[in-house]
């Protein structure tokens, strides 16, 4: 599938493992800490995050011989689009701390690749550009429902009038997590990305916050020594932004979504598929179920929301025991997507097996952004499919729909 593999060239990178490009991430990132630290953290002491790496790390492969795997396929199909493989980019805030060309660069690496792209409500960079990057791409568009609803019918209005198929509704995030390693640069994406190119850039929110909008913010093109230079001086114009940008996410975000019942408001004005993320019990998925959504992804956030939450996969598997779900899955009508802790091929194998229908990608693509701008974020998705499609041929499949599942037949669990 890759020039990665098939051509055994060496990785653009320099490596395809993702601790290593997150190491490496680390290191050119360390005059600017604050950012490399904003992606890297998770809740507490991170016991939530390890805890999503071991219990993928539990369920073993038991490989299958002898069968014709020559013909292999990835192919996907979620909500009447084929997808080249069950692998999409997840959405990620404020990628412009990581490169210059922020989302632009991830949204054109995965239109390269076929991959689906999901743009953060949080984003560097509008959503018409975005768009354009991701030109005749797959894209879905998350959304952190605000107070407001005219920011809120704002937003659904130019995310579809920007070709974004299906919006992702995020829920477990009513506040930002506690994550004690990034607490000192926590200015910084209320600089980047909240009000800096997305908020403050529409005329309705702009009305919202009752000021002129400030759009010449001193972050772009990626600048952080000046940024810090600036922001340690006190200068009074990056004050006033990180002020506005902080009040308005206050004003517009702030204990804005409170019960299932608002999801009404989202179904009547949003016609393509409804997908929640951010769902880790079987309670909450069959309420989901009961309030008309087409999907869930089933997520502790990559383990950045609550410390010592239950590991992503165990939520999977709790999810998909549930015969309400398994019968809308069977009929096509609820798909239930998976993210937290996936890093290689066989990552993505154990969940499609514990019953997902596609996994979303985080802190990974993350690295290669950082490392390699569009280039970086294309190794990384094309190293995870050709991984992907490798171990599922020396598993023993040769296609997604032969292990969706089937742990039963494909995993064994070591306690
Ligand atoms: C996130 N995530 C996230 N989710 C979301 O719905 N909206 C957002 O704006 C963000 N922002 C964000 C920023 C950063 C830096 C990270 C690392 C994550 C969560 C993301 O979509 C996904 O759930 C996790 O990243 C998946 O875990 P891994 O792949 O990072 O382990």
Same mark, same amino acid.
């Given at each position: 599938?890759?020039?990665?593999?098939?051509?055994?060239?060496?990785?653009?990178?320099?490596?395809?493992?993702?601790?290593?490009?997150?190491?490496?991430?680390?290191?050119?990132?360390?005059?600017?800490?604050?950012?490399?630290?904003?992606?890297?953290?998770?809740?507490?002491?991170?016991?939530?995050?390890?805890?999503?790496?071991?219990?993928?790390?539990?369920?073993?492969?038991?490989?299958?011989?002898?069968?014709?795997?020559?013909?292999?396929?990835?192919?996907?199909?979620?909500?009447?689009?084929?997808? %080249? #493989?069950? =692998? &999409?980019?997840?959405?990620?805030? $404020?990628? /412009?701390?990581?490169?210059? +060309?922020?989302?632009? !660069?991830?949204?054109?690496?995965?239109?390269?690749?076929?991959?689906?792209?999901?743009?953060?409500?949080?984003?560097?960079?509008?959503?018409?550009?975005?768009?354009?990057?991701?030109?005749?791409?797959?894209?879905?568009?998350?959304?952190?429902?605000?107070?407001?609803?005219?920011?809120?019918?704002?937003?659904?209005?130019?995310?579809?009038?920007?070709?974004? %198929? #299906?919006? =992702? &509704?995020?829920?477990?995030?009513? $506040?930002? /997590?506690?994550?004690?390693? +990034?607490?000192?640069? !926590?200015?910084?994406?209320?600089?980047?990305?909240?009000?800096?190119?997305?908020?403050?850039?529409?005329?309705?929110?702009?009305?919202?916050?009752?000021?002129?909008?400030?759009?010449?913010?001193?972050?772009?093109?990626?600048?952080?020594?000046?940024?810090?230079?600036?922001?340690?001086?006190?200068?009074?114009?990056?004050?006033?932004?990180?002020?506005?940008?902080?009040?308005?996410?206050?004003?517009?975000?702030?204990?804005?979504?409170?019960?299932?019942?608002?999801?009404?408001?989202?179904?009547?004005?949003?016609?393509?598929?409804?997908?929640?993320?951010?769902?880790?019990?079987?309670?909450?998925?069959?309420?989901?179920?009961?309030?008309?959504?087409?999907?869930?992804?089933?997520?502790?956030?990559?383990?950045?929301?609550?410390?010592?939450?239950?590991?992503?996969?165990?939520?999977?598997?709790?999810?998909?025991?549930?015969?309400?779900?398994?019968?809308?899955?069977?009929?096509?009508?609820?798909?239930?997507?998976?993210?937290?802790?996936?890093?290689?091929?066989?990552?993505?194998?154990?969940?499609?097996?514990?019953?997902?229908?596609?996994?979303?990608?985080?802190?990974?693509?993350?690295?290669?952004?950082?490392?390699?701008?569009?280039?970086?974020?294309?190794?990384?998705?094309?190293?995870?499919?050709?991984?992907?499609?490798?171990?599922?041929?020396?598993?023993?499949?040769?296609?997604?729909?032969?292990?969706?599942?089937?742990?039963?037949?494909?995993?064994?669990?070591?306690?």
């Amino acid at each position: 599938m890759s020039d990665i593999f098939t051509t055994r060239r060496p990785p653009a990178l320099g490596t395809v493992l993702v601790d290593e490009l997150e190491a490496m991430a680390k290191e050119k990132l360390k005059g600017y800490p604050n950012a490399f630290l904003y992606v890297f953290s998770s809740a507490g002491d991170g016991a939530a995050a390890r805890a999503n790496r071991e219990e993928l790390a539990r369920w073993k492969i038991v490989p299958r011989v002898l069968r014709d795997v020559t013909q292999r396929s990835l192919k996907t199909m979620l909500f009447g689009h084929t997808h %080249t #493989a069950p =692998v &999409l980019i997840g959405p990620v805030s $404020v990628q /412009g701390l990581m490169h210059p +060309d922020g989302e632009l !660069a991830t949204a054109a690496a995965a239109r390269a690749l076929g991959v689906t792209y999901t743009m953060s409500n949080s984003a560097t960079r509008t959503i018409e550009a975005v768009a354009a990057a991701n030109g005749d791409g797959h894209r879905w568009y998350q959304l952190y429902r605000p107070i407001d609803d005219a920011i809120t019918l704002s937003i659904l209005s130019r995310a579809k009038q920007s070709g974004f %198929t #299906a919006l =992702v &509704l995020t829920v477990d995030a009513p $506040v930002s /997590g506690w994550r004690p390693r +990034d607490i000192g640069g !926590a200015y910084l994406p209320t600089l980047h990305g909240f009000g800096a190119q997305v908020g403050l850039s529409d005329p309705v929110f702009a009305a919202a916050l009752g000021e002129a909008p400030v759009l010449d913010v001193p972050a772009f093109p990626y600048d952080p020594a000046r940024l810090d230079a600036l922001f340690a001086r006190g200068d009074e114009r990056v004050r006033r932004v990180v002020r506005m940008s902080a009040e308005w996410t206050r004003q517009t975000y702030e204990g804005a979504f409170t019960s299932w019942e608002d999801l009404r408001f989202l179904r009547e004005n949003w016609e393509g598929p409804l997908i929640v993320k951010g769902i880790m019990s079987v309670e909450d998925a069959e309420l989901a179920m009961d309030h008309g959504v087409d999907g869930i992804v089933v997520s502790n956030h990559g383990g950045r929301q609550v410390e010592g939450a239950a590991p992503s996969l165990w939520g999977l598997q709790q999810i998909c025991a549930s015969p309400r779900v398994k019968a809308g899955q069977d009929s096509g009508k609820f798909t239930v997507l998976f993210d937290s802790g996936i890093r290689t091929g066989s990552d993505v194998i154990k969940a499609i097996a514990l019953g997902a229908q596609a996994v979303l990608l985080g802190r990974p693509y993350m690295y290669g952004l950082a490392l390699g701008g569009q280039e970086g974020v294309e190794q990384v998705l094309s190293s995870i499919i050709s991984d992907l499609e490798v171990t599922l041929g020396l598993s023993g499949y040769k296609s997604i729909d032969e292990i969706r599942g089937k742990a039963d037949k494909v995993l064994v669990r070591m306690s």
